[in-house]
């Protein structure tokens, strides 16, 4: 019996059966049994018979977490295909479903935090973007704790090569923090120039969380698109105000650097505005029309000259 628990072992190592994700750290477990109770067959057999057990509630998760992503996934192209939706978009919302299966093994992070208790959420939140948050100059200065109540409200998107995260004119709601890959700033014909590159940890559209929409400040000024496959995390601005009203001392923080960072923008467009003057002012203002000629101007669109020429004709 000690010697089939072996084999059985490493039939297990080298089975295709434990290479997807999901089961990847079984195919380990039993790699460590078979090196570390090699040659003690009555333990390894107490061993695996447990890891069997074990293994049997992992792959049954591991199948229903397949099955429903495929049932997610021919749902939705049975809508496409319905409302006869063109091929090329198709095409991109299956490379969208592949990707983020393969990538996270699920297709909303959301759902398996929900279920979790609120100290484990903000454990996990912390380990894993806290440090990034801290960076952001916007945030600096402010209170830790509402730093972590703006991780709680954190969502995350993937977009596939080419999307476009946001667009020159929108309405900003929302900001964004790259958590893995990367986007590009891009302008001019077709959006063919790119200005800069962006990388994990980078944020962007932070000042839209803080700007009014009265006068339209709130707007994108420039289009950013994805460079490869980008996961993104974002944090809408009415997530943003709800957390605020706890956190006053921070809210005047973000206010005052609100402010400082509109300026700083600003000034950045003035360079161009004076360019512009001195090319004017290479020509000269044009010279003020003398008193009197400006004064037989009125007179003859008010048709007083004429008057008098056909006054003076008829004496």
Same mark, same amino acid.
């Given at each position: ?65 397949? $099955? ?26 299956? $490379?969208?479903? %592949? ?29 894993? %973007?806290?440090? $990034? ?97 980008? %996961? ?56 003020? $029309? ?26």
């Amino acid at each position: 019996m000690g010697r089939k628990a072996e084999t059985h072992c490493r039939a297990a190592i080298e089975s295709d059966i434990l290479t997807s994700p999901s089961l990847c750290n079984l195919r380990f477990i039993f790699r460590l049994l078979y090196t570390s109770f090699q040659g003690q067959p009555i333990i390894m057999t107490a061993v695996i018979s447990v890891s069997f057990l074990e293994m049997r509630d992992v792959i049954g998760a591991a199948t229903a977490a397949q $099955t429903y992503f495929r049932a997610s996934m021919d749902g939705c192209v049975a809508y496409m295909n319905t409302y006869t939706i063109p091929k090329l978009v198709q095409n991109r919302v299956r $490379t969208w479903y %592949n990707y983020t299966w393969a990538s996270q093994g699920m297709l909303d992070e959301s759902e398996l935090l929900d279920k979790m208790p609120l100290v484990m959420r903000i454990a996990i939140a912390v380990d894993i %973007n806290l440090a $990034t948050f801290q960076k952001i100059q916007l945030f600096q200065g402010c209170d830790q704790q509402m730093l972590v109540d703006m991780l709680l409200r954190l969502k995350s998107i993937i977009y596939l090569p080419g999307d476009y995260v946001v667009m020159k004119g929108d309405i900003g709601k929302e900001m964004y923090i790259i958590k893995s890959g990367a986007v590009q700033v891009v302008g001019g014909p077709d959006n063919s120039i790119v200005f800069v590159t962006l990388k994990a940890g980078c944020v962007f559209g932070e000042i839209s969380l803080l700007q009014s929409a009265k006068d339209g400040g709130n707007r994108r000024t420039a289009n950013v698109r994805a460079y490869g496959f980008a %996961n993104l995390f974002v944090l809408e601005k009415k997530d943003l105000f709800d957390i605020l009203v706890h956190y006053p001392e921070s809210q005047k923080v973000l206010a005052k650097k609100g402010r400082q960072l509109i300026k700083s923008k600003a000034a950045a467009g003035a360079p161009a505005k004076e360019e512009k003057q001195k090319g004017l002012a290479l020509f000269g203002q044009k010279p003020p $029309t003398p008193k009197l000629l400006k004064a037989f101007g009125n007179l003859r669109k008010a048709g007083l000259l004429d008057k008098l020429k056909k006054g003076a004709e008829e004496t």
